[in-house]
């Protein structure tokens, strides 16, 4: 099939790469010349694993091309897919302003029959209202989909090709019959739906995984208190089938380019239909006082004596595996630990140029290795928990450091790890090691 995309980013490109790797046509368009050439050149402007090979192959087969021209990716296109970002208003709405110029582009460019489908993540009648608004600058005939994204930035590319679900929402037989074509052979795991249900299906996924990993935290916020270690409980709590184990892991809570706004989205959309959506006020307010768990323990452990110390910081990305640091914790974190005169050294094994890019603020010394961050710090604190933090050599960590302190913000290390160190040790909702 010959498909579009329109906006090549995180979803755009990886959906693109995957469709080609499933034997389709795809053209995959971008607004910014900079992202269009960089894929021309056989670049990649985003850190995925394995995106990078599979996108040379569907390239060298003539399966996958990028431009900026839309209105030629359209016209030789039969499915146009929309996958242009959605990002937070400061009301914490969606911003629809990209797909609405995007829907109305794909319009003015159609020369015939086409199925456009929205993959960005979009309030509930947004596709309805797209095509009106489409239909008001056309007369050739479309139907709607609504095929919303649930890849993991990190896993992406598995994600795509073995999905737990692919959720179509269609009002037209033929469009949904579409789908399932353009989806093979993953179409067991297609579920059609109405276009609206499959709208919400999306902001309230991403809702009860956020409220899963708040519900954790604050029992973590508990267990440190009583004594009890959070990862045992999660661990007992998730061999029971109705609750299950995953996103139970306390920390610093979510972030990144989803959770934190799909869940104020979904909040104002529940407004606008006059509900108060009183749980997910909640699961946002708890992450939001998360992210002070380890500055909370650099308190305790400092005192009055904080400003002035040397924190170092590794991981700055939102979580490992990706270079997006969008509404990641780390930022909140850091920026507040400079405006309390703390100096930081930071570190990230992947997402440090992007990070240091929209941080804004003096006070940072950027590292360029996990143990030159570490180096004379009065304490290390981990925030995001890639593998390489993993392997390191915690005798030699306790040398670096001018105080064996560790807050570890993932809970990435055990208590074998440290045997052996003199490193005081904390992490969230487990009995601190000293
Ligand atoms: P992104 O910011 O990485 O990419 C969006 C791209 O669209 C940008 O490159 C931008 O230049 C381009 N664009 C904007 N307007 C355009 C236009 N008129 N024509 C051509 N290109 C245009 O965004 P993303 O992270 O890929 O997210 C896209 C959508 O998918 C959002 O709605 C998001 O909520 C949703 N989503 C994202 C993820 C994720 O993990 N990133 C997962 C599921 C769903």
């Known amino acids: 099939m010959n498909i579009a ?40 402007p985003i850190y995925e694993p394995g995106l990078k090979e599979m996108a040379a192959e569907s390239r060298l087969a003539g399966h996958l091309v990028f431009t900026t021209d839309l209105a030629f990716a359209v016209r030789r296109s039969d499915i146009i ?10 009301s914490g709405e969606a911003n ?11 319009a003015e460019a159609m020369n015939g029959y086409k199925i456009v489908v929205v993959k960005s993540t979009v309030p509930v009648g947004t596709n309805e ?18 095929l919303p994204e649930f890849l993991r930035e990190g896993s992406a590319v598995e994600d795509t090709l073995r999905p737990d679900r692919i959720i179509v929402g ?10 399932i074509r353009l989806h093979e052979p993953l179409t067991e795991q297609i579920i059609v739906t109405d276009i609206r249900s499959a709208e919400m299906i999306k902001y309230a996924s991403n809702a009860f995984l956020a409220t899963k990993i708040s519900f954790i935290n604050e029992i973590a916020n508990i267990c440190e208190k009583v004594g009890a270690d959070v990862t045992k409980v999660a661990e007992g709590m998730g061999y029971d089938k109705r609750i299950g184990p995953s996103f139970l892991k306390a ?21 606008h239909v006059d509900y108060e959506f009183k749980l997910l006020r909640s699961v946002v307010e708890v992450n939001q006082d998360q992210r002070f768990n380890v500055i909370r323990k650099l308190e305790a452990i400092f005192g009055s004596e904080l400003p002035g110390k040397t924190i170092g910081v590794w991981g700055l990305a939102f979580k490992p595996n990706t270079d997006d640091v969008r509404d990641s914790p780390a930022l909140e974190i850091i920026r507040h630990l400079v405006d309390r005169g703390v100096k930081a050294k930071a570190y990230d094994p992947i997402a440090l140029p992007n990070f240091r890019a929209i941080f804004g603020k003096e006070g940072v010394e950027w590292c360029n290795k996990a143990e ?11 925030l995001t928990e890639w593998d390489e933090f993993a392997g390191v050599d915690l005798a030699r960590l306790q040398r670096v450091l001018k105080q064996p302190i560790l807050i570890d913000g993932r809970n990435m290390f055990k208590e074998e790890h440290l045997a052996g160190t003199d490193f005081a040790y904390y992490s969230v909702g487990r009995p601190s090691l000293s």
């Open 81 to 90: 897919m929309l996958a242009v970002g959605t990002p937070p208003l400061p």
């Open 5 to 44: 995309i329109i906006g090549t980013g995180y979803v755009g490109l990886v959906s693109g790469v995957c469709y080609a790797k499933l034997g389709h046509r795809v053209v995959c368009v971008d607004k910014d010349p900079e992202k269009i050439a960089v894929l021309n050149s056989g670049g990649i």
């Open 372 to 382: 030159e961050a570490a180096q004379g710090a009065d304490a290390l604190i981990l």
């Open 129 to 146: 209202r797209l095509a009106k608004l489409m239909r008001s600058r056309t007369i050739m005939r479309f139907d709607s989909v609504s």
């Open 96 to 106: 629809l302003a990209y797909i609405d110029q995007a829907a109305i582009e794909i």
């Open 251 to 271: 920390g610093i809570g979510y972030g990144g380019s989803c959770f934190p706004k799909d869940t104020r989205a979904l909040i104002q959309i529940a407004g």
């Open 170 to 179: 269609a009002e037209c037989e033929g469009a949904a019959e579409q789908m």
